[in-house]
């Protein structure tokens, strides 16, 4: 049985767990997920570990391309994401809607939760200088893994990361994406490791996760598709 390693970033997990396995089902072909953020992939592939695919934000896979670790031309643009914030279930959801109410919301919070290593943490750690609000936010960074479950556990008011990473963990709430004048859209990407054992049989599955087939999956985990609409 052919079988793919994929190594993948854990913003579109939700909907790669879905999708491999309707994979393997039409094609009997297995696969291998190993998921963890973008920056976490980068150090364990700039280290040598072995993979056929890797799914990272598409700056990452263009610094693999660079790099020489992937193949040229093998980027593929797979899904689009978005930060938003969460609350525990049942918990009243805070007022989002503009730049001065979200503001307000996170200067109001007990703890913010986010994450160090992840492309929504590194983004939000920023956006808390740019809103001149850094150090006056309670915050509770998350060395890696899912923000929302620091919600659950009662540690966090709010947790904050990609929408998608946000739905993994059951007994939240989304409030919503960030507003649009603060926010972010990620594109995350596949591409082909120069190294891998299935070239073709990679591609194949590079191509089906490109593919149009695939939207209400995305969409229902918390993404967009990158390359069509409907």
């Not at 670790?69 to 093998?74: A, I, L």
């Not at 509770?140 to 963990?169: C, I, K, N, Y």
């Not at 209400?216 to 985990?221: G, I």
Request: zero cysteines; a negative charge; charged letters at 20%.
């Amino acid at each position: 049985m052919t079988q793919i390693r994929v190594l993948s970033t854990l913003a579109v997990m939700g909907a790669m767990k879905e999708l491999t396995q309707r994979y393997e089902t039409e094609t009997g072909v297995s696969i291998q997920a190993d998921f963890s953020p973008t920056v976490a992939l980068l150090e364990r592939l700039r280290a040598g570990e072995a993979a056929d695919i890797a799914i990272l934000t598409a700056q990452g896979i263009d610094d693999m391309i660079a790099e020489g670790r992937m193949r040229p031309g093998s980027r593929t643009d797979i899904a689009l994401s978005f930060v938003g914030i969460a609350v525990k279930a049942g918990a009243p959801k805070p007022d989002i809607a503009t730049v001065e109410s979200f503001k307000d919301t996170l200067l109001a919070a007990r703890s913010v939760a986010y994450s160090r290593i992840g492309a929504s943490g590194i983004f939000f750690a920023g956006l808390l200088q740019r809103l001149g609000i850094a150090g006056q936010v309670k915050v509770l960074v998350v060395p890696s893994g899912f923000t929302a479950e620091r919600l659950v556990s009662g540690e966090a008011d709010l947790a904050v990361q990609q929408v998608s990473e946000l739905l993994v963990v059951p007994g939240i709430e989304v409030v919503g994406k960030l507003p649009e004048e603060i926010g972010t859209v990620a594109t995350f990407s596949g591409g082909l490791l120069t190294a891998s054992a299935q070239p073709d049989a990679a591609s194949a599955l590079l191509r089906f996760l490109a593919s149009a087939g695939i939207a209400p999956v995305l969409r229902r985990t918390g993404l967009e598709p990158a390359n069509f609409s409907g």
